[in-house]
């Protein structure tokens, strides 16, 4: 079901949103009975707080959320239409928001919570319906929000059942809903195709690896995104020990981004031309896997020494951005859960970014925070180059050592885009180690809230 707003109708409970500087004179308006009933629960404001108030006969009248001073505030996103997500029964409207509360945050906080994986058991689903909080445009909150939702499931969905075969039918049902075409080019046709990476780190799962490329819209200018498609990542030869390998249903997380993201898109019909490329595999063991020590050789000629099989993401993306870059768009931006050290430098909650324009950097800070979805730009740093290059191939996959390994994994990104104006690199996480307020356990989207919403102004929509 997807997340939606209540229609504005008369019989709707008002929700009065309160500071704490704000209490007691924000009650002056209610019936004794009901500002001695506040006291009696001792409603102070506090974060999350709610208070539930009846009229003379007993019926719903309104309900008081808290909203914290402004310090706890800023500890915290989505925590208001979190709370009222969990409000009982009923359909709740807001006719007034405190100046300095977002319309948006709260109307996506509260749809992102109504969001539950329900694929392999029925969840509970939350009573409280909402009118769209003034100001907010209800249908595009809700267009976000079924994105979001898509990316979750995705990702959520464990390998069994989202290898890169139900990757590639995932990817043709968002097609067929918005008009777009896909090419899926599988197994040996991968090597004809000049995708050898691709294929080469598929190669030993029992699931064909594939490049996914999706093109949608007839005319503005031309994005590209491409997704990282690992839907297991064992590590391949260099196995991951367990504890590593729990999660790692969740490396294709990248990809089920760059889909939510396209479905924004497409949702809003937003004027341009727009192609998906999504390398999908498995890296898996077998007798046929690739080998530490092997030396491949990339889409665009360069060599790699494989120094580390678990140093997939960046082979499989090479092909897919070496591709891409053929035809160059106006804007690429490729998103991956590429390394463990982009969790170490920034944890869950951000997800880092490289880009070497500064206006697109610029333009994605100011989106990140009209639709709390913080990015935090990271730097193509230049001098690192010599800390890929092994000196009996071009590049080297794993540099040892792994100082910056987010940043020199990044460089290697780098090295396949060409002719390309633009080009953004997201390193993201892709999962919720903790429920937070919009965001239960699980897969979660990075990143894409703030493209979505800084395309207008990067591509001059
Ligand atoms: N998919 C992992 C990165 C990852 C690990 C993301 C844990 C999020 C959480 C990636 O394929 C990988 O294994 N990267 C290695 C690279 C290293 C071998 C150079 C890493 O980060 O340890
Ligand atoms: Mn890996
Ligand atoms: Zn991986």
Not at 39 to 59: C, E, I, T, W, Y
Not at 65 to 93: D, M, N, S
Not at 328 to 340: C, E, F, K, N
Request: charged share 20%.
């Amino acid at each position: 079901m997807p997340a939606r707003f209540s229609e504005a109708k008369t019989d709707t409970i008002p929700i009065r949103l309160i500071a704490p500087a704000d209490v007691p004179d924000a009650f002056a308006d209610l019936t004794e009975a009901q500002r001695s009933w506040i006291n009696h629960m001792g409603f102070a404001a506090k974060p999350g707080q709610v208070l539930s108030l009846a009229d003379a006969s007993g019926r719903p009248a309104l309900a008081l959320i808290g909203l914290g001073k402004p310090e706890a505030r800023k500890r915290t996103r989505f925590a208001v239409g979190a709370t009222i997500a969990q409000l009982p029964a009923g359909t709740y409207r807001i006719d007034a928001l405190p100046e300095d509360v977002s319309g948006n945050e709260v109307g996506l906080g509260y749809l992102l919570s109504c969001y539950r994986f329900d694929r392999y058991r029925n969840q509970p689903q939350v009573k409280a319906g909402l009118v769209a909080p003034p100001g907010t445009n209800a249908a595009n909150l809700e267009q976000i929000v079924e994105a979001e939702s898509l990316t979750r499931d995705l990702i959520n969905t464990p390998a069994e059942d989202m290898g890169p075969d139900a990757l590639e039918a995932a990817m043709r049902d968002l097609a067929g809903r918005f008009g777009a075409d896909v090419t899926a080019t599988e197994g040996e046709a991968l090597i004809g195709a000049n995708l050898p990476l691709i294929h080469t780190v598929g190669r030993a799962a029992t699931r064909a690896p594939r490049l996914l490329d999706m093109t949608w819209g007839n005319s503005g200018p031309t994005l590209t995104l491409v997704g990282k498609g690992v839907c297991f990542d064992t590590g391949g030869l260099n196995l991951k020990p367990g504890a590593s390998m729990g999660l790692m249903k969740k490396d294709m997380g990248g990809a089920a981004t760059v889909l939510g993201l396209a479905q924004m898109i497409m949702s809003a019909a937003l004027p341009l031309r727009l192609r998906v490329l999504i390398p999908a595999v498995e890296n898996n063991v077998a007798g046929n896997a690739f080998r530490p020590g092997d030396i491949l050789t990339a889409r665009n000629g360069l060599t790699v020494e494989i120094n580390n099989t678990d140093a997939e993401g960046r082979l499989v993306l090479a092909d897919a951005l070496a591709l891409a870059s053929e035809t160059p768009p106006d804007l690429m931006i490729s998103m991956a859960t590429l390394t463990g050290a982009a969790r170490v430098a920034v944890g869950p909650d951000l997800a880092p970014f490289y880009t070497d324009d500064d206006p697109l950097a610029a333009a994605l800070a100011m989106a990140a925070s009209n639709v709390a979805d913080p990015v935090w730009r990271m730097p193509f740093h230049t001098p690192y180059e010599s800390m890929i290059e092994p000196g009996i191939a071009d590049l080297d996959n794993a540099p040892k050592g792994g100082f910056a390994g987010s940043i020199t994994a990044a460089l290697f990104l780098r090295r396949f885009v060409k002719d390309t104006p633009r080009y953004a690199h997201f390193d993201i996480y892709g999962w919720q180690p903790n429920a937070a307020p919009g965001r239960p356990k699980g897969g979660v989207g990075q990143g894409a809230r703030s493209v979505f919403e800084a395309l207008p102004e990067v591509l001059n929509l």
